[in-house]
């Protein structure tokens, strides 16, 4: 078994700041770490190597920097690393960074066929959860979304079920590989890398390909001018100057604070009070 997964290095989300003037992220002094959704795929990467055997290649498209990221993953106990670099990709949008993965996955299917792809549910730096789709769409691979748990995987029939997390509850779906699957957050625990493994990741040779390995021959069709969506302005939100109110209850009972908060919430709201009796008629 085959198995690839995508990663993204991303700066850490709890120390990112906006620039107060011209609104955009201020990314000098912020480390950059694993996006921590691509952790759980990986680790499902893995313990289906565990299971079945096979090789698990992690990617990533982004500037040198990002090589420490395939590193992380390699001490994990990834078989193989690929860095997708190129100057020409600065500034790509998810539709063109789907073209660019998936122009390195078919790129990887030529020396050996992928059964699995698995990606994080998002990153923390976009939150769109459009990349992985658009990887499966221009692949034509069956996609699952939002996968909490893998139930089984049959080889021999080439089969996969697996459970996917719902608005309305748990959907148990099966399809055929080859297929993506993006991991939803809490699915595992990531493992701790074994000392050979480090040893491995600190040695490893890792692959550089640029646009032209991938096969991507026209440089309009990535980067700012290949990306058709444009990010106007950043802001952070503004600090609300309202403070919460505390509300006495003599009797702490469920039917005494619900009848006081609803009480409290018509006096501040009327119209919300009559709507909901002229509803209720």
């Given at each position: 078994?085959?198995?690839?997964?995508?990663?993204?290095?991303?700066?850490?989300?709890?120390q990112?700041?906006?620039?107060?003037?011209?609104?955009?992220?201020?990314?000098?002094?912020?480390?950059?770490?694993?996006?921590?959704?691509?952790?759980?795929?990986?680790?499902?990467?893995?313990?289906?190597?565990?299971?079945?055997?096979?090789?698990?290649?992690?990617?990533?498209?982004?500037?040198?920097?990002?090589?420490?990221?395939?590193?992380?993953?390699?001490?994990?106990?990834?078989?193989?690393?690929?860095?997708?670099?190129?100057?020409?990709?600065?500034?790509?949008?998810?539709?063109v960074?789907?073209?660019?993965?998936t122009?390195?996955?078919?790129?990887?299917?030529?020396?050996?066929?992928?059964?699995?792809?698995?990606?994080?549910?998002?990153?923390?730096?976009?939150?769109?959860?459009?990349?992985?789709?658009?990887?499966?769409?221009?692949?034509?691979?069956?996609?699952?979304?939002?996968?909490?748990?893998?139930?089984?995987?049959?080889?021999?029939?080439?089969?996969?079920r697996?459970?996917?997390?719902?608005?309305?509850?748990?959907?148990?779906?099966?399809?055929?590989?080859?297929?993506l699957i993006?991991?939803?957050?809490?699915?595992?625990?990531?493992?701790?890398?074994?000392?050979?493994?480090l040893?491995?990741?600190?040695?490893?040779?890792?692959?550089?390909?640029?646009?032209?390995?991938?096969?991507?021959?026209?440089?309009?069709?990535v980067?700012?001018?290949?990306?058709?969506?444009?990010?106007?302005?950043?802001?952070?939100?503004?600090?609300?100057?309202?403070?919460?109110?505390?509300?006495?209850?003599?009797?702490?009972?469920?039917?005494?604070?619900?009848?006081?908060?609803?009480?409290?919430?018509?006096?501040?709201?009327?119209?919300?009070?009559?709507?909901?009796?002229?509803?209720?008629?």
């Amino acid at each position: 078994m085959h198995s690839v997964v995508c990663i993204k290095q991303v700066p850490d989300s709890a120390q990112i700041r906006v620039h107060p003037v011209t609104n955009t992220i201020m990314r000098q002094g912020v480390p950059a770490i694993i996006n921590p959704y691509d952790l759980f795929a990986l680790e499902e990467a893995l313990r289906l190597k565990d299971r079945f055997g096979g090789t698990v290649t992690v990617v990533t498209m982004g500037p040198p920097m990002a090589e420490a990221a395939l590193r992380k993953c390699l001490s994990y106990g990834a078989d193989d690393a690929i860095l997708v670099s190129d100057r020409s990709f600065a500034g790509s949008d998810t539709l063109v960074t789907s073209y660019a993965l998936t122009a390195t996955l078919r790129k990887i299917m030529e020396s050996m066929p992928v059964d699995l792809i698995f990606t994080g549910k998002q990153t923390i730096d976009g939150d769109t959860a459009q990349v992985g789709p658009g990887i499966a769409k221009r692949l034509d691979y069956q996609l699952l979304t939002y996968v909490s748990k893998i139930v089984d995987v049959d080889l021999e029939h080439r089969e996969i079920r697996v459970e996917r997390r719902a608005e309305g509850g748990v959907q148990l779906l099966k399809t055929t590989l080859p297929c993506l699957i993006t991991m939803l957050e809490g699915t595992n625990e990531m493992r701790f890398g074994d000392l050979d493994d480090l040893f491995r990741a600190a040695r490893y040779e890792l692959k550089v390909w640029d646009r032209t390995v991938i096969g991507i021959e026209d440089p309009e069709t990535v980067g700012v001018k290949g990306s058709p969506t444009v990010v106007s302005k950043v802001f952070a939100p503004r600090p609300r100057s309202q403070r919460a109110e505390i509300i006495d209850l003599q009797d702490d009972s469920p039917k005494n604070l619900a009848s006081t908060l609803l009480a409290r919430m018509f006096t501040q709201h009327p119209k919300l009070e009559r709507e909901i009796a002229k509803r209720a008629r």
